[in-house]
């Protein structure tokens, strides 16, 4: 790595954190809207992984290339056709579902270029979200909800039920799945229905059946 500034677990997001946990060390990582690369900089130096990463913003590869990372730049709803079947152990899409045009074919790509996918979102049935539409009749804006909806990239919003619902009709498993309250602590077992009340955000790790 080219950075001279070392990384270490406080320098990444909690989510991120907890993505990082997930993956073996050594394995073929690509990271799907990966921005200027600080979970493949970790995964890196931590885990010795061979990472390669897609980045949409033309800033955020140049960031990446500049601390040496494989990123190349690609919108993840057309590109990963082009991946063969099995060339990564992990693919990641790190808050970056919503974002997406169409949720459930990228995951079916993910699972047929990876062994196993991580993907982490925000939970639209967060209890604060339901409690704001009810008292504001508006849009809710969340520390991961952060945008406007006249100007937010996130076109699927989705709730936790919503995701495991589309894993099942899918024929994908849920090997793990780890729900964060407002403060980024890992509290419930994101597969159980309280969590989709009181976790903020969500991650999963998946593979095929």
């Known amino acids: 790595m ?11 997001r909690v989510d991120l954190q907890l993505v990082a946990d997930m993956v073996e060390p050594g394995s073929r990582v690509l990271d799907i809207g990966c921005g200027e690369g600080l979970l493949l900089d970790y995964l890196g130096r931590f885990k010795q992984v061979d990472g390669r990463g ?38 990641i899409l790190s808050h970056t579902l919503q974002a997406t045009r169409d949720p459930r074919t990228l995951l079916c790509h993910m699972l047929r270029i990876g062994r196993r996918a991580i993907v982490s979102f925000p939970n639209f049935g967060y209890w604060r979200v339901r409690l704001a539409l009810l008292l504001t ?7 991961t909800l952060t945008y406007q909806w006249y100007d937010t990239p996130n076109i699927h ?9 589309l894993c099942r009709e899918e024929g994908i498993a849920i090997e793990k799945a780890i729900s964060l309250d407002s403060r980024g602590t890992a509290r419930f077992d994101g597969g159980r229905r309280l969590s989709n009340l009181l976790g903020e955000q969500a991650v999963f790790l998946l593979r095929r059946t």
């Open 2 to 12: 080219n950075d001279p500034t070392p990384v270490n677990a406080a320098a990444i």
């Open 54 to 91: 897609i980045e949409l913003s033309m800033a955020g590869v140049r960031a990446a290339v500049a601390c040496g990372l494989s990123v190349i730049q690609g919108d993840a709803d057309t590109d990963l056709q082009t991946y063969p079947p099995g060339a990564f152990d992990y693919v």
């Open 137 to 143: 009749g508006r849009m809710p804006v969340t520390k």
């Open 157 to 165: 919003l989705c709730t936790i039920r919503d995701f495991t619902l």
